[in-house]
């Protein structure tokens, strides 16, 4: 998991984390469009490790190797919609490989069914710009997206683009099963992720893809 954070680039310096994402591949963030969408790649870097806020410079010799990626692109669901959010994902094309393992994605291989994803599913976040988990429940499955509830943890602002993890069918780890979107605003009630299962087959790869 990675904070998706604003860039000062005359001191490369990580600012406040707007958002957050998942490692998928080497060089690549699932993340949400909305904390994305209306910016340039050269104003973002990702962030792993316990705070969003580095306090350091993102350089050769600061103590950050591995820890501090610039972004080289940004590539946004084709059917993303900013008025309700609608397809409210995105990917981050990173400038170098990270060397973190990515987590893996559940597939459209038709196991992750709507009763199947329903039930508890970990959330992770960058709210109050420290990485924070906790478990909410699954309680209504959509097409592209489903809603969860307290159990007793929940989503709130920072947390955004933030991956839904759930245990693999074949017990072997977890796997990204939805990206944290919205929720209300008092952080008490609902969210909303979008599942990744519904993503195009060929968006986490496909590369050269402008931004709207």
């Known amino acids: ?9 005359e001191c490369m310096r990580a600012g406040a984390p ?10 690549v963030v699932l993340t949400a469009a909305h904390c994305v969408h ?15 806020d580095l306090g350091g410079r993102g350089e050769p010799g600061a103590g950050l190797e591995g820890r501090f990626f610039r972004v080289a692109g940004i590539r946004i669901h084709p059917d993303y919609r900013a008025a309700g959010l609608d ?16 987590l893996p994605i559940a597939g459209s291989q038709g196991e ?3 009763t199947a994803l329903l ?10 710009a420290r990485k924070r988990t906790g478990n909410v429940n699954v309680s209504e499955v959509r097409a592209r997206e489903f809603t969860y509830v307290p159990q007793p943890a929940m989503t709130c602002a920072g947390d955004s683009g933030g991956p ?8 072997r780890g977890e796997e990204i099963i939805g990206v944290t979107s ?6 008490r009630d609902y969210g909303i992720a979008m599942r990744t299962d519904a993503l195009p087959t060929d968006f986490i790869e496909r590369k050269g893809a402008p931004a709207p």
């Not at 397809?87 to 990515?102: G, H, K, M, W």
């Open 87 to 102: 397809n409210d994902v995105a990917v981050l094309d990173l400038e170098q490989p990270a060397t973190t393992a990515p």
């Open 164 to 171: 839904m993890l759930r245990m693999r069918s074949d017990g």
């Open 1 to 9: 998991m990675v904070a998706v954070n604003t860039l000062n680039v």
């Open 112 to 114: 992750n069914t709507e």
């Open 119 to 128: 039930g508890t599913s970990r959330a992770v976040g960058y709210g109050m």
């Open 18 to 27: 707007m958002c957050t994402g998942a490692l998928v591949r080497p060089q």
């Open 38 to 52: 209306d910016a340039a790649p050269s104003s973002l870097a990702v962030v792993f490790g316990p705070q969003a």
């Open 182 to 187: 919205r929720g209300d605003t008092a952080c």
